[in-house]
């Protein structure tokens, strides 16, 4: 790499890390001297947030070129996202909504309706900060919360039963993705004390009653948060939203068929922490179909110059169940040591059709779709099928050389399911690794485990060395 | 070729193992018990390796060594080193090349090996987090018999009916021993209790990789002859006895692919 280069990836990152830091520096002068003390008190988790930028240097070490312009372009997207959530901390706080994240933003949105994803500390924390939740985990244990759950619904539950929730009026919840998570949400709304909407999702939803009952399930919602808050549906806005995230999408589906070639021109992060991000937290934003735009750009600009995002391409791979929160840094890691590149992420691949915007019942009907056959809903409800024939799908239209599972030992779902890919794999001679380490607390298997773990499978299986 | 000598040195956490091997097969072997430092064992189990080769041998004479087991690092000598898992698995092909499954068992870990038709690692799983099942669960329970390892081996096959011991960690099995003993119950009995516990997860961890015949056994516990034959009725099928002492196979192996690198 010319030295050239090097000084561009260099103010790459310096920019980028710059915009983060004046996107993080505005919320307290928003917020003000006074209410940015009072809020840092109720909420002590806004000085790991205050540390978001930490993700810039996970996601670009070692990356170069249009890889790291990708990568720090999706920490770009989320570090003022975030921001703008954090001021609903603040303001508007009677429509603010606490929602699992099977629920459809995208309703909330066009109702006017400030957003709350219950999950998303116990998701960015530990990304920001390994160790970040464990006090929250620690929480929801001492209070009774067996250890098996899984540590995303404890860490959740913690900070609720840590009265570190923002004032939420309301909450939104269903029956997926398991029984931990479905569970934790009767011990928030005793704890919060404030009314709580539960949908239904059917359990077989490859057929077109599923879709009608789910999307009249979605209705009956609408018309409960009409009831329970101040927000009314306003069909044009999710009109314009819904297409909003069909301009994403299809710009996402560009991004795939890049991917598809090998050498891959964009990897992980850029590929799924774009995804897990646009589609989960801000669907129907104009900034992220301006992301995925930028990043099909990128990708298509490396394949025409041929150019790898990892030079050294050895090895393609899938990441099963979502990504290993606290250790993102392992896949920039395997890059380097074993140029083992992360295509994309169980996560992310979502063969949903387009939402039809032509009536209220489409729309209702596209995002019922999307929600009852969503990576957490169908992988982890409904026969297995659904979690193999899109494995070995996805291993075969990415051309891929292996399969990774991030085993977590809290998934209760997926561990049985597991014991039977080991035996397809076997079979299909597929290479597969199971990672046995614990969603989001690294005192379960810490990071050095998980290294051991994928050395050893890359030395004794993929026959490497480094 | 044949004047070339190559070494395999196994440094585990029990004990030591070198193999050393030229074309026409094994010059010399040896076991040795593990120290602190591994650098030491190393030195130590390849120094006694070469005292009994059947030729006078220095570790100076060796041309390509490979260190593996959990101290592979550490081996000062070595040109390389390679993962006891690919060592097991290369030795107990290349004495056995109909072998597809290995289970070796260690002094503080297990391993299921899935071998494919050239000697490669197809799949593995290991426990390496808890003692039961290990040589060093093994010698915590002869020890409550009063006895070695051997004796307790001989004595569960003495047993007419089994004893059920339910206890999985090592800590708990040992307090279900001796309550046991305590009631006065045959230890014979007992005794194959305890074999047919560790059968039991050794029979767990090779469903994780899959079981196909030939099944070999390797590592220091292959001696057990209670043991093998409490996973055999598990398994219902036999396991291979391998020409080469099984508890050599990690070096034996590391020797193997030490002739094979060298030769490119």
Not at chain 1, 160 to 170: C, H, R, T, Y
Request: glycine fraction near 6%.
């Amino acid at each position: 790499m010319g030295i050239y280069s090097q000084i561009q990836d260099q103010i790459v990152y310096y920019q980028s890390w710059y915009k983060n830091y004046c996107n993080i520096m505005h919320m307290p002068i928003r917020h003000g001297p006074v209410q940015t003390v009072k809020n840092l008190h109720k909420y002590p988790w806004l000085w790991q947030l205050a540390k978001v930028n930490r993700l810039l240097d996970m996601v670009t070490k070692g990356r170069q070129g249009n890889y790291r312009k990708a990568t720090a372009a999706v920490v770009e997207k989320v570090v003022p996202n975030l921001m703008q959530l954090l001021d609903n901390l603040n303001t508007d706080t009677d429509r603010l909504v606490l929602h699992e994240d099977m629920v459809p933003p995208e309703i909330l949105f066009a109702m006017g309706l400030k957003t709350w994803m219950s999950e998303l500390l116990g998701i960015l924390l530990p990304m920001v900060d390994s160790h970040s939740v464990e006090k929250y985990i620690d929480i929801a244990e001492n209070a009774g919360i067996p250890p098996d759950v899984c540590s995303l619904p404890k860490g959740t539950m913690g900070i609720i039963l840590n009265q570190e929730v923002p004032p939420v009026k309301a909450i939104l919840t269903s029956n997926s993705p398991c029984d931990g998570g479905m569970a934790s949400y009767q011990l928030i709304k005793n704890k919060l004390d404030i009314p709580m909407y539960q949908l239904d999702v059917p359990y077989n939803f490859y057929n077109e009653r599923a879709i009608n009952y789910f999307a009249n399930e979605l209705k009956e919602m609408i018309a409960w948060l009409e009831t329970n808050t101040p927000g009314k549906m306003d069909w044009d806005h999710l009109r314009a939203i819904c297409e909003e995230r069909n301009r994403m999408a299809a710009y996402e589906l560009e991004l795939w068929e890049a991917i598809r070639q090998r050498p891959a021109p964009l990897a992980a992060e850029a590929v799924y922490l774009s995804h897990l991000w646009c589609f989960n937290v801000t669907p129907g934003d104009p900034g992220g179909t301006e992301l995925f735009k930028y990043l099909v750009e990128l990708a298509n600009d490396n394949v025409q110059k041929n150019i790898a995002a990892v030079p050294n391409e050895k090895y393609r791979t899938v990441l099963w169940n979502p990504p290993l929160l606290h250790f993102i840094k392992l896949f920039s890691w395997a890059e380097r040591h074993y140029g083992l590149t992360l295509i994309i992420d169980s996560m992310s691949y979502n063969r949903q059709p387009f939402i039809d915007t032509s009536t209220q019942e489409s729309m209702l009907k596209g995002l019922a779709h999307i929600i009852m056959t969503g990576p957490m809903a169908r992988h982890t409800r409904g026969p297995s099928e659904n979690y193999f024939n899109d494995m070995f799908y996805i291993y075969t239209y990415f051309d891929l050389d292996m399969i990774l599972v991030a085993g977590h030992i809290g998934c209760k779902n997926t561990a049985a399911l597991n014991g039977i890919l080991r035996e397809k794999c076997r079979k299909k001679g597929i290479p597969v690794l199971i990672i046995d380490y614990d969603l989001s607390d690294p005192r379960v298997v810490s990071h050095d485990g998980i290294i051991r773990q994928m050395d050893r499978f890359m030395e004794n299986i993929m026959k490497n060395t480094h | 070729m044949n004047r070339k000598l190559f070494a395999g040195c196994d440094v585990g956490s029990t004990t030591g193992k070198a193999v050393l091997l030229n074309s026409n097969g094994i010059l010399g072997q040896a076991v040795c018990q593990s120290e602190i430092d591994p650098e030491e064992t190393a030195k130590k189990v390849l120094a006694q390796a070469c005292e009994m080769a059947t030729t006078n041998i220095s570790p100076n004479d060796i041309t390509y060594l490979i260190g593996t087991g959990y101290g592979r690092r550490e081996v000062p000598f070595a040109n390389e080193n390679i993962s006891e898992i690919t060592c097991h698995a290369m030795g107990a092909f290349s004495c056995l090349p109909e072998t597809r499954t290995i289970i070796d068992i260690g002094g503080q870990d297990v391993k299921a090996i899935s071998v494919g038709t050239k000697g490669d690692v197809l799949d593995f799983a290991m426990n390496d987090k808890c003692a039961a099942g290990t040589g060093r669960f093994f010698e915590m329970m002869a020890k409550i018999f009063r006895m070695d390892i051997e004796l307790f081996s001989d004595l569960s096959l003495q047993s007419k009916k089994t004893i059920a011991v339910t206890s999985q960690c090592s800590v708990f099995a040992e307090t279900e021993v001796i309550t046991l003993l305590a009631k006065r119950k045959n230890p014979a009995d007992i005794a194959a209790g305890i074999q047919t516990s560790v059968a039991r997860r050794c029979f767990t961890l090779m469903k994780k990789t899959g079981i196909e015949p030939l099944v070999t056994i390797t590592g220091g516990c292959s001696k057990n002859k209670g043991l093998v034959k409490a996973l055999e009725k598990k398994l219902r099928m036999p396991i291979q006895n391998l020409p080469i002492d099984p508890q050599l196979m990690g070096a034996y192996g590391a020797a193997v692919m030490a002739m094979k690198r060298y030769a490119g």
